[in-house]
């Protein structure tokens, strides 16, 4: 266990809807990162948040978004979904922002499936 | 930004016989670089790192080395088991980016 936490970890809907994935970091850890894992794809970066602030920013659509709460958990939104949004889609959170000694670990994932 | 260039794509190899991959960062200023291993539909998971003023590290049957000077950095995984068989990433990151990672290896040991 990573201590890292997600949910759901099965979504199942169709396109044109919109989803909200949630995260909630390893106890003590202010960062957040969201990946999207495609079929036998690798880990693509979508975003990352630091104690409540966007951080950073990488191959995210602008029908995705995302934020990180007061309370450290984050939420990621996907709108307007198309077939190709089907993934597994994976949370990490790390200690701080990046550096030396700074792992990052990861959740379980949600698989989200659009039919 | 940080790039990442992790090969083979694939690798297939004996039981008990080694398995190596490597990974290539272009940014000079990288100083972290972890392994993570992902077995199928499961989570990434860390399983060795190094820094930037090491230049290797071994954990058992798995090693790390890194050439700062070349800006690559290997795996090496000796007596390899059937159970070492999955996708591993390579990753660098700094002070200032996120981390990134290699596009994968898809390790098969066959028994």
């Known amino acids: 266990d990573s201590g890292v936490t997600q949910t759901p970890k099965h979504l199942i809907t169709a396109t044109g809807q919109r989803v909200t994935l949630r995260c909630s970091p390893r106890?003590?850890?202010?960062?957040v990162y969201w990946y999207q894992q495609s079929l036998d794809q690798g880990l693509q970066f979508l975003i990352q948040?630091?104690?409540?602030?966007?951080?950073a920013k990488g191959n995210i659509l602008e029908r995705f978004s995302a934020q990180q709460f007061p309370d450290l958990h984050s939420e990621l939104n996907l709108s307007s979904l198309e077939l190709g949004d089907s993934a597994l889609y994976f949370c990490?959170?790390?200690?701080?922002?990046?550096?030396?000694?700074?792992?990052?670990?990861f959740g379980d994932g949600t698989r989200l499936s659009i039919l | 930004g940080e790039n990442v260039e992790q090969h083979p794509s694939t690798l297939s190899v004996q039981e008990g016989d080694s398995a190596v991959i490597k990974c290539t960062y272009s940014?000079?200023?990288?100083?972290?670089f972890p392994w993570y291993k992902q077995e199928l539909g499961k989570r990434p998971q860390l399983i060795i790192d190094i820094r930037s003023n090491v230049g290797e590290k071994k954990d058992q049957r798995i090693a790390v080395t890194l050439n700062k000077t070349a800006k690559h950095f290997s795996l090496h995984i000796t007596e390899t088991q059937p159970e070492d068989s999955a996708v591993y990433f390579c990753?660098?990151?700094?002070?200032?980016?996120?981390?990134?990672f290699g596009a994968g290896t898809r390790l098969t040991v066959k028994p």
């Open positions: 940014d000079s200023a990288s100083n972290y």
């Open positions: 990753a660098a990151s700094n002070w200032n980016n996120d981390m990134r």
């Open positions: 106890s003590g850890d202010l960062s």
């Open positions: 990490a959170s790390s200690v701080s922002p990046g550096g030396v000694d700074q792992p990052q670990h």
């Open positions: 948040y630091y104690n409540g602030e966007e951080r």
